[in-house]
């Protein structure tokens, strides 16, 4: 059975920081891509991150310079550091994980960024 627990979402203020964790069972973890996304009300779903089986990362234009998406292969665990948080930030999070014809979602996790 394919799980994720998902944590560190919460709310912070402009500026802030938040680093958010995803951890997997039920897969070989380091088989596969994984990558945040995040999705507003009202809006689609979009990535924010993803990071190779590698390591190599990948950024979404708005986010690159603040967040930092890394894995841990020995913890099957994928993290997103967030920093200089902004209100546009806020979100639902979300972990996914990839393999070439197989995907799998996590619950969310709540990120809020507020005065």
């Known amino acids: 059975q394919v799980q994720f627990v998902e944590s560190g979402g919460g709310l912070v203020q402009p500026g802030g920081s938040l680093r958010l964790s995803c951890a997997a069972s039920g897969i070989m973890f380091s088989s596969y891509v994984m990558a945040w996304y995040r999705q507003s009300p009202g809006k689609q779903r979009e990535l924010v991150a993803s990071?190779?089986?590698?390591?190599?990362?990948n950024y979404a234009d708005s986010v690159k310079g603040r967040f930092t998406i890394s894995r841990d292969n020995a913890k099957n665990t994928v993290y997103l550091q967030m920093n200089n948080l902004k209100t546009e930030d806020t979100a639902v999070y979300y972990c996914?994980?990839?393999?070439?014809?197989?995907?799998?979602w996590g619950q969310g996790t709540q990120v809020t960024v507020s005065s």
């Open positions: 996914k994980a990839r393999f070439p014809w197989l995907e799998y």
């Open positions: 990071i190779s089986t590698g390591g190599l990362p």
